[in-house]
């Protein structure tokens, strides 16, 4: 075995015995019961630790990833996440979770050849031709981390209208969906306002949402967009 791999194996005995120490039974518990509140649907970015980020422990967030945190009804995977976490694990949230300075969403802007995910990346240039009259407003420095906060409402959007959560809504399950971003730059996350917990949210959480972050974007007193510098 490569030293780089003895080297994971390390870390994870490392690992364990600090969460051992810590919180002594913590495994044994961990066997009888998952019971996350929370569905985080986010991009596959090494540099994007899911749990680490909310500093939450294993089983205590339910995580899916893919690139460019997508939702489509065509992607079985994602949906049976989805559906399991709302019907069987009974989350509470579902949290759309994008990022600064996004590989796949600066190829699907500018579109950059990758290979096979550019099939995949085809979703987040609807998203970029629906917002594109916006995004030629949107100074060149700054367009990449515009079109991030749009996918993710937009992937948001999915998600609110997948029959899974819909029949979850029409039962009377609370299951509020939420769209985020993570900056790169200095490891915060921020709240893109588009918070629903029902049907009749759905599309006023949606424009309100947009139009935030086309005032953000287009006014030039405003904060300078995450990850402005790179582009």
């Known amino acids: 075995m490569s030293t780089e791999l003895n080297e ?23 066997l009888k019961q998952q019971t996350p509140q929370y569905l985080w649907i986010g991009c596959a970015d090494s540099r994007v630790p899911a749990n680490e980020l909310v500093d939450l422990l294993p089983g ?7 690139i460019a945190n997508v939702v489509v009804p065509s992607d079985l995977n994602a949906l049976s996440v989805i559906q399991f976490a709302v019907d069987a694990l009974r989350v ?23 290979g096979l995910a550019d099939n995949w990346l085809r979703h987040i240039q609807d998203v970029r031709d629906a917002h594109r009259a916006f995004l030629d407003c949107v ?10 906060e749009l996918n993710v409402l937009e992937q948001a959007l999915n998600v609110c209208r997948t029959t899974i959560v819909e029949d979850a809504w029409q039962r009377g399950q ?20 588009m918070t629903v917990a029902g049907i009749d949210d759905i599309e006023p959480a949606y ?10 974007y287009r006014t030039p007193t405003s904060s300078p967009a995450p990850e402005s510098t790179h582009g």
Do not use: M
């Not at 509470?92 to 990758?114: E, Q, T, W």
């Not at 100074?139 to 991030?148: F, G, I, N, S, Y």
């Not at 609370?174 to 306002?193: A, C, K, S, T």
């Open 8 to 30: 994971l194996f390390e870390n994870n005995r490392r690992w364990a015995s600090e969460v051992e120490q810590r919180e002594p039974g913590f495994f044994t518990r961990l």
């Open 60 to 66: 205590e967030l339910f995580v899916h990833r893919n």
């Open 92 to 114: 509470r949230h579902v949290i759309v979770v994008g990022h600064s300075n996004c590989g796949g969403v600066k190829a699907a802007l500018n579109n950059l050849r990758v």
């Open 139 to 148: 100074p060149a420095e700054q367009r990449v981390d515009a079109l991030v």
């Open 174 to 193: 609370e299951v509020v969906i939420h769209g985020w971003v993570y900056g790169l730059h200095n490891g915060l996350l921020e709240d893109l306002r």
């Open 207 to 216: 424009a309100r949402a947009v139009e935030s972050v086309h005032r953000r």
